[in-house]
T-cell receptor, first 114, second 118 residues
Framework: AQKVTQAQTEISVVEKEDVTLDCVYE???????LFWYKQPPSGELVFLIR??????QNEISGRYSWNFQKSTSSFNFTITASQVVDSAVYFC???????????FGTGTRLQVTL | GAVVSQHPSRVICKSGTSVKIECRSL??????MFWYRQFPKQSLMLMAT?????????EQGVEKDKFLINHASLTLSTLTVTSAHPEDSSFYIC??????????????FGPGTRLTVL
């Protein structure tokens, strides 16, 4: 069975602080894909990143960076110098060939204040 | 690229009526579309998966006669909530995959439809 755990329910930071959102996954498949999606107050889920299980290279995209560690089954997401526009719910998700459907974590609500 | 639209964005209806929600992939052919339901402050719950031209596969506990799904073309899927009741009030989100092809393709989500049944 597939499972995604986002232990942080809510995080509140002041603008310009760095923040890391944790994601831990469980699967017995050797081939799988990990995703992060952002859901702002408008409701639409915005795709941020996709990572396959064979690529452990960390990725940076502007203020966003992702740390994938198979040894700890984690795929953490860091926002550097956070901004108010980063306020949203962030979902980590897992996709395997066996399940062929996304397994979502419960989401982390990030609140960035001035 | 990979834009998915959903219509309407918001609908209010009386109990007992049926409501149709459309999901369209605007710039790619979606071999597979998914329908989710999201309650306030909760994660997404997959309702069903549909492939173009075939019957939808419903998740356990989802009434297929209540939530009719049609995936008539590679760019359009519809969800009809039949005889809606207040407990059907929720945020419904569709997603589509097919940009790269394959069952493990990335899903791109629509903006969602907020349904309120009075």
């Amino acid at each position: 069975a597939q499972k995604v755990t986002q232990a942080q329910t809510e995080i509140s930071v002041v603008e310009k602080e760095d923040v890391t959102l944790d994601c831990v996954y469980e699967t017995r498949d050797t081939t799988y894909y990990l995703f992060w999606y952002k859901q702002p107050p408008s409701g639409e889920l915005v795709f941020l990143i996709r990572r396959n299980s064979f690529d452990e290279q960390n990725e940076i995209s502007g203020r966003y960076s992702w740390n994938f560690q198979k040894s700890t089954s984690s795929f953490n997401f860091t926002i550097t110098a956070s901004q108010v526009v980063d306020s949203a719910v962030y979902f980590c998700a897992l996709l395997t060939g066996t399940a062929s459907k996304l397994t979502f974590g419960t989401g982390t609500r990030l609140q960035v204040t001035l | 690229g990979a834009v998915v639209s959903q219509h309407p964005s918001r609908v209010i209806c009386k109990s007992g009526t049926s409501v149709k929600i459309e999901c369209r992939s605007l710039d790619f052919q979606a071999t597979t579309m998914f329908w989710y339901r999201q309650f306030p402050k909760q994660s997404l719950m997959l309702m069903a998966t549909s492939n173009e031209g075939s019957k939808a596969t419903y998740e356990q506990g989802v009434e297929k006669d209540k939530f009719l799904i049609n995936h008539a073309s590679l760019t359009l899927s519809t969800l009809t909530v039949t005889s809606a009741h207040p407990e059907d009030s929720s945020f419904y989100i569709c997603s589509a995959s097919g940009v790269a092809g394959g069952s493990t393709d990335t899903q791109y989500f629509g903006p969602g439809t907020r349904l309120t049944v009075l």
